[in-house]
């Protein structure tokens, strides 16, 4: 048997990488040719708006441009963070990196123009939200209700149910499922963050396109690239950041000038 490596790996890593870089690639291609080139400016229009955060980052890198722009406008926007991220590194004691991810979101926030009231915790265990099938999912919807009921947005960005990490379909099922509930007199908005990286072939065609925008950031762009630093400048001890180490390919479709979200159909 041959034992090949190129640049100190096996031939089958190398050919392993170069496969998912390509896949990977090719589904980020096939993403953008679907886009609807028109940009959703009807989200600059409500005046009290409910970001929903599964971890601290989420919410600047999927919809930092917006939030800025808006916060700029002088909208009312809340951010709910549903954990602390405090698993996002495996070799660090949980809850100082939940301590320092905390201070890192108000650092953040406080540098777009958004108190410290407008932040509301869940303290969710991170990577383990509970889902629809979990037994205790009733009682998550019931506990996030209790806070957006004091806030009454007009509209609820939260992660797109096909968003891939398991968190952010936790959370798009529990606004969904309290919107049903309350009947709330709300639109629902998912908002795009793994799914560039996690989407599978199968599943590019069961989103819903027809209501899928993008929103354009040009002016806020170099804002929002800022603000995705400041969560990721600071390093722990391992000189890894507090939030992780996420793959490169991840963070590639954040150069875009825009940001997708997908607007959700509370009658289905």
């Known amino acids: 048997m041959f034992n090949i490596k190129i640049k100190g790996y096996s031939l089958n890593a190398f050919l392993g990488y170069w496969y998912d870089y390509f896949s990977r690639f090719l589904r980020r291609v096939l993403l953008l040719v679907k886009l609807r080139c028109e940009s959703d400016e009807r989200v600059y229009g409500y005046s009290?708006?409910?970001?929903?955060?599964?971890?601290?980052?989420?919410?600047?890198?999927?919809?930092?441009?917006?939030?800025?722009?808006?916060?700029?406008?002088?909208?009312?926007?809340?951010?709910?963070?549903?954990?602390?991220?405090?698993?996002?590194?495996?070799?660090?004691?949980?809850?100082?990196?939940?301590?320092?991810?905390?201070?890192?979101?108000?650092?953040?926030?406080?540098?777009?123009?958004?108190?410290?009231?407008?932040?509301?915790?869940?303290?969710?265990?991170?990577?383990?939200?509970?889902?629809?099938?979990?037994?205790?999912?009733?009682?998550?919807?019931?506990?996030?209700?209790?806070?957006?009921?004091?806030?009454?947005?007009?509209?609820?960005?939260?992660?797109?149910?096909?968003?891939?990490?398991?968190?952010?379909?936790?959370?798009?099922?529990?606004?969904?499922?309290?919107?049903?509930?309350?009947?709330?007199?709300?639109?629902?908005?998912?908002?795009?963050?793994?799914?560039?990286?996690t989407i599978s072939m199968r599943n590019i065609s069961n989103i819903d396109w027809a209501k899928t925008r993008i929103i354009r950031i040009g002016k806020e762009f170099n804002a929002k690239k800022e603000l995705i630093s400041l969560y990721f400048r600071d390093k722990a001890d391992n000189g890894v950041s507090w939030c992780g180490d996420p793959p490169a390919q991840f963070l590639k479709p954040f150069n875009f000038k825009f940001e997708v979200v997908t607007e959700i159909d509370l009658k289905v």
């Not at 406008?73 to 070799?91: A, C, F, P, Q, V």
């Open 48 to 197: 009290n708006v409910l970001v929903v955060a599964p971890h601290p980052d989420d919410e600047i890198i999927g919809l930092g441009g917006y939030i800025l722009k808006y916060i700029k406008n002088g909208g009312r926007l809340t951010i709910m963070y549903l954990t602390d991220g405090e698993k996002s590194l495996h070799d660090i004691d949980p809850g100082l990196i939940a301590k320092k991810r905390i201070e890192i979101s108000e650092c953040v926030a406080g540098s777009i123009g958004i108190q410290l009231t407008d932040l509301k915790r869940l303290h969710f265990l991170d990577g383990n939200i509970p889902d629809i099938n979990d037994d205790s999912f009733s009682g998550a919807v019931s506990e996030v209700g209790k806070i957006v009921k004091g806030i009454n947005p007009e509209v609820i960005f939260v992660p797109y149910y096909l968003d891939g990490h398991s968190d952010h379909v936790a959370a798009f099922e529990i606004m969904r499922r309290l919107i049903s509930d309350e009947q709330m007199q709300c639109r629902l908005y998912g908002y795009w963050v793994w799914l560039w990286y």
